[in-house]
Nanobody, 120 residues
Framework: QVQLVESGGGSVQAGGSLRLSCLAS???????????WAWYLQVPGKQRELVAS???????KYADSVKGRFTISTDSAKITVFLQMSSLKPEDSGVYSC???????????WGQGTQVTVSS
């Protein structure tokens, strides 16, 4: 199994920045088999939204709403994924969760999420 723990959420004023982190732990063979990461945003009453994703080969994708403001990246060991969020807007508020796709067993793992609140 793979455990994911997010950190870095908090409260910030509009226009500010936050950096979210998501650390993977577990059997080395499992964490080494992570081939894609993603960050999702959950807002009460709305469907969970894919914010950004990155493959092991560093191919990235972003939701139109965050292009040019958010950057997804991983560390060199490929066990931590980051989401650098800049020029934050109140509509960016919600719970951000990371997910990791693992080729072994073709599983997807999720973290518990971290709250981001952007005030106007």
């Amino acid at each position: 199994q793979v455990q994911l723990v997010e950190s870095g959420g908090g409260s910030v004023q509009a226009g500010g920045s936050l950096r979210l982190s998501c650390l993977a732990s577990g059997y080395p063979a499992m964490t080494a088999a992570i081939n894609a990461w993603a960050w999702y945003l959950q807002v009460p009453g709305k469907q969970r939204e894919l914010v950004a994703s990155i493959t092991r080969g560093s191919t990235t994708k972003y939701a139109d709403s965050v292009k040019g403001r958010f950057t997804i990246s991983t560390d060199s060991a490929k066990i931590t994924v980051f989401l650098q969020m800049s020029s934050l807007k109140p509509e960016d508020s919600g719970v951000y969760s990371c997910s990791a796709g693992v080729t072994l067993g073709n599983m997807e793992y999720w973290g518990q999420g971290t709250q981001v609140t952007v005030s106007s």
